[in-house]
């Protein structure tokens, strides 16, 4: 059991941000989000495009504010599950809060804050009737451990980086490997698509565009994927495979969260923004891209002031009547958990003579 | 005003709705479908208006002439789903005067 102050679902930058503003509260997070890595949207969509309304930055790359973001709350010492997603929550006797992942994992925390976005990202599946049959039976949306693949014949489908990235790396490891698109253009970065050109080139990579993957074949697990093809004349054939692996992006979904007794509406979750963007459940939050209340606005920004005054209600919740006031970081400085201690350098008292 | 134009707008359940769009407050079809509210928040616009997750799709029903498709509007929808010769994307078609009648079909969530 991972036990913190404040559980935070999504590690997108308003999670993040919420890891600094409890630290300064004296308050612990953990960070659950589905993704392998922090930074939510911001590192999975739209790394290297700019962003030009985080005041201060006149333009920032989004992989690099989510870098910011982690350099920032780095000495409060966040905890990390990532690549799960938040499944069930139960709320216990002693009012606290177990959160459970879809592998298992369990966190408890007096206070839980949603900062979902648009929620947790799933792969889009791609429209092969029969394609569920076989979903862990040779058919895998993600690739989370290449070592499956090795001495295995591959069919991979997409025209994007993931694509192309995991066909060159699964080159040296399966025993066969076809990438499959529907057009010959590739949408990656330069150089991996001349790498596939290459081992396309040198036979490695079995390359068939353009085309579509149109009916899986096999019992029980896959045997074969069935090719239209459109080149030239249009024909449909048979290539014999172990595992089909399309990777057409992912796209968010609320999931889970939904069944949460949340009050949801037009797929976000109402919270209360005259006060602190608590949930109609006390002890939980929602704040960011996730919550909508009159006058919401989807910006970075938004979320960052929604963690700020949620954390003030988080410190009563876990600290009640205990006194606090705001304090600015410049006059206090910041100590870290790791025992690090930040401070604005005292003033030089020196005569003139 | 007379800066609007009327665009026909079949949503996901198949319900026309004839609405005005703005053509000077630089606005992309996705986020005029936002504004009227005609697909549910969070099923479309999602990548923000980048071409880079084929929320917005839909299908141009009317025989304007629209912007040339960009390469990533281009390999976007070579990765989209349910798409037709007349997919496009919402996001890269701005509303301007040339757009009065245009007539759309939003393309299924996916």
Known sequence: MIKTDILIIGAGPTGLFTVFEAGLLKLKCHLIDALPQPGGQCSEIYPKKPIYDIPAYPEILAGDLTDKLLEQCKQFEPGFTLGERAETIDKQEDGTFIVTTNKGTKHQAPVVAIAGGLGSFEPRKPLIHNITDFEDKGVEYIIKDPEIYRDKKVVIAGGGDSALDWSIFLSDVASEVTLIHRRNEFRGHLDSVEKVQDLKNKGKINLITPAEVIGIVGDRKVKAIVVKQAKHIEKEFEIDCDHFVPLFGLSPKLGPIANWGLEIEKNAIVVNNALDYQTNIPGIFAIGDVNTYPGKLKLILCGFHEATLMCQAAYKIINPGKRYVLKYTTVSGIDGFDGTRKEAPKAVVKAIE | ?110
């Open chain 2, 1 to 110: 005003m007379e800066q609007d134009v009327n665009i026909k707008i079949i949503d996901r359940d198949g319900i026309t709705h004839e609405i005005l769009a703005p053509t000077d407050m630089a606005m992309n079809l996705m986020e005029v479908v936002r504004s009227y509210e005609l697909a549910p928040e969070g099923t479309i616009g999602i990548c923000g208006g980048m071409a880079m997750c084929a929320s917005c799709q839909c299908y141009v029903n009317s025989t304007h002439e629209l912007p040339e498709m960009q390469d990533d509007e281009e390999a976007m929808l070579s990765e989209a789903f349910y798409v037709k010769d007349n997919s496009r994307l919402g996001c890269q078609i701005q509303i301007t005067p040339e757009m009065e009648g245009l007539e759309v079909e939003l393309a299924p969530e996916s």
